[in-house]
């Protein structure tokens, strides 16, 4: 072994659990693009978050933070996964909705309606394979806190999870708390619905793209509030 390659070793022999990153494809979209999860950190913590980076194509500044999230070091003691982007064929056609004209924001089984136009929930809850992917590894995860990334109204909502986690991040990247019109069939809905203790929330950020340090800004502000929550055993949820 040369001097380089046995320094290497020893590198990586030092790094803690949370340098652990595994790429997982979940599926694929309705025009077969890929979907992946990032696992970061320590697989065994009871901290576990999810932040989404785009769910609606034309809303998709949140890319620029999951993206910082992978490169900076994960806190010891935290299982965080991302999903960069669970609307891709949208994302390629400047679209909110996916490649089948559905929201889907509007797609999740909570409160779910039938709903036309813009806001499309399609034929019944569930019914696109991006909203099947997001269900099945939230389920399988059962994150402690989700944050998913939206666009343009620059504040962090009170999604109906616990509002002091909603309050902590609103402080530090510096938004306004509001509450917005809980809308059926919303991810976070559905979330705060089925795992109950658990807290997932939109943050609008504001329009257009962020600057590279914009996004590590947010990205810090994950991570501080990854540090900040206490791991804490989650019930099975309602069916």
Not at 23 to 32: H, Q
Not at 74 to 84: F, N, S
Not at 214 to 225: H, I, K, N, Q
Request: charge should be positive; hydrophobic fraction near 45%; include cysteine.
């Amino acid at each position: 072994m040369t001097a380089g390659a046995a320094a290497l070793a020893a590198l990586l022999l030092t790094l803690p659990a949370s340098a652990h990153q595994q790429r997982l494809l979940l599926g694929r979209s309705v025009e077969g693009r890929r979907i992946d999860a990032v696992e970061l950190g320590d697989r065994h913590a009871g901290k576990r978050l999810l932040v989404v980076g785009c769910i609606h194509g034309n809303e998709c500044a949140g890319l620029a933070i999951v993206r910082a999230l992978e490169r900076l070091p994960t806190p010891a003691g935290v299982d965080l996964w991302v999903i960069e982007n669970l609307n891709p064929d949208g994302y390629a056609a400047a679209s909110r909705q996916n490649a089948h004209g559905i929201d889907l924001n509007r797609n999740f089984p909570w409160a779910w309606r039938p709903l036309s136009g813009i806001y499309d929930s399609g034929p019944r809850p569930l019914s696109e394979p991006e909203s099947r992917i997001a269900y099945r590894l939230i389920l399988r995860v059962r994150p402690r806190i989700s944050i998913w990334f939206h666009q343009h109204e620059r504040l962090v909502d009170e999604s109906g999870g616990d509002i002091g986690v909603e309050r902590r991040f609103a402080a530090l990247v510096g938004l306004p708390l509001k509450r917005l019109p809980r809308e059926p069939g919303s991810a976070v809905g559905w979330e705060n619905h089925r795992l109950p203790g658990t807290t997932g929330f939109v943050v609008e950020l504001p329009g257009g793209s962020l600057s590279a340090a914009a996004a590590a800004g947010y990205a810090r502000a994950v991570l501080a509030l990854a540090r900040a929550e206490k791991p804490r055993s989650l019930a099975r949820g309602r069916a």
